[in-house]
């Protein structure tokens, strides 16, 4: 670690910034970082966001994008507000860590890490979960073969948003967010599952919109589906199940089973051994998004310094993060087409 803190700043003060502030905040308490401006495009979110966090705020983005001493800046912005700032701050050569998903659309995303490439900086994608010390010791297990040949996956996301949560503008819309419960929440479980099991190739889905809510998008997504080396898995993803429950990933092996529930880890090895790892301690996956630790954005975003210092990719890159969008592509394209869609016509 180096003994210089980096310096930062942070675009966009909303809802998703809780997380990001305390990380902040402990990090520059820690030495390890200096924020040195924040900006929303609301003055009251900005006064707000200086009022609890004693953070710096600048009125004018362009002095924020043109500081010669920011290295990396924090995009917290809807994925529609996304690509001017990511071309202006990549022209400028400041390494970029951006809330999921990349874009609204494979294509707009692949273009975004494209820019990113191009001009030689990077790019991380916030998929949190990834940090919580039962989804580390998962990856763990799975890298060294702990439960031999995969056999079988189930993922459930069984999360529930109230109306008014779907009445902001441009929530659960192709325009803003480029969809519903699959980019906008189950992305996660997904991006941690294909971080565990690798590839997805081939899916038969069915997407709806419930009677619980009036929006553009989908709420419910069942789907079976085929890995690379042929085992099978199933897929349920909803924000319609009141009142939300924490979701789960279910790995199965030739030697045991994962049970991967929220932060909670256990492992069933058919040699015997059973292996607990975590707690429950929620998720987001009920009324209030915002409900869990700020710790694993904070893992994170320690990640991202590392590589920036040491010269490296994070552990979560722009380009990495394009599997998900492909996978979430085949899941709504079989749906619409009512037919298995091979992974391989999406890439």
């Known amino acids: 670690m180096s003994a210089t803190p980096i310096t930062l700043g942070v675009i966009g003060l909303g809802m998703a910034s809780l997380p990001h502030a305390k990380s902040l905040i402990a990090l520059q308490q820690a030495g390890r970082i200096h924020c040195k401006a924040a900006w929303s495009p609301s003055v009251e979110r900005r006064q707000s966001f200086n009022n609890r966090w004693h953070l710096p705020v600048v009125d004018d983005v362009a002095s924020l994008i043109n500081d010669p001493d920011i290295q990396i800046v924090i995009l917290i912005i809807p994925p529609d507000a996304r690509a001017e700032y990511v071309r202006s701050l990549a022209r400028g050569g400041k390494h970029i860590l951006m809330e999921k998903p990349v874009e609204r659309t494979t294509q707009a995303a692949t273009a975004l890490v494209e820019i990113a490439d191009a001009a030689d900086v990077q790019l991380g994608i916030v998929f949190q979960q990834r940090f919580r010390d039962a989804s ?37 819309s192709l325009d803003r967010d480029g969809g519903g419960v699959l980019i906008s929440q189950a992305i996660h479980s997904l991006d941690l599952m294909l971080a565990l099991t690798g590839p997805v190739v081939e899916v038969a889905a069915m997407a709806a919109t419930t009677a619980h809510h009036s929006m553009e998008c989908e709420d419910f997504v069942g789907a079976a589906l085929r890995f690379e080396n042929g085992a099978t898995g199933s897929l349920v993803a909803t924000t319609a199940e009141y009142p939300g429950a924490t979701e789960r990933i279910v790995i199965a092996g030739s030697e045991g089973t994962l049970y991967l529930s929220g932060a909670e880890l256990t492992i069933h090895y058919r040699k015997g051994d059973t292996e ?72």
């Open 136 to 172: 580390l010791r998962a990856r763990e297990v799975m890298l060294q073969g702990g439960l031999g040949t995969l056999t079988s996956v189930r993922v459930e996301v069984p999360w529930w948003r109230e109306q008014t949560y779907y009445d902001k503008v441009g929530r659960g």
């Open 276 to 347: 607990s790892l975590g707690a429950d301690t929620g998720s987001g996956g009920g009324a209030d998004p915002m409900d869990f630790p700020h710790h694993w954005h904070q893992r994170l975003i320690e990640d991202f310094l590392d590589a920036i210092e040491q010269g490296r990719s994070p552990a979560v890159t722009g380009r990495d993060s394009l599997r998900v969008h492909q996978l979430i592509d085949a899941l709504l394209d079989s749906s619409h087409r009512r037919r298995h869609v091979m992974l391989a016509d999406q890439a």
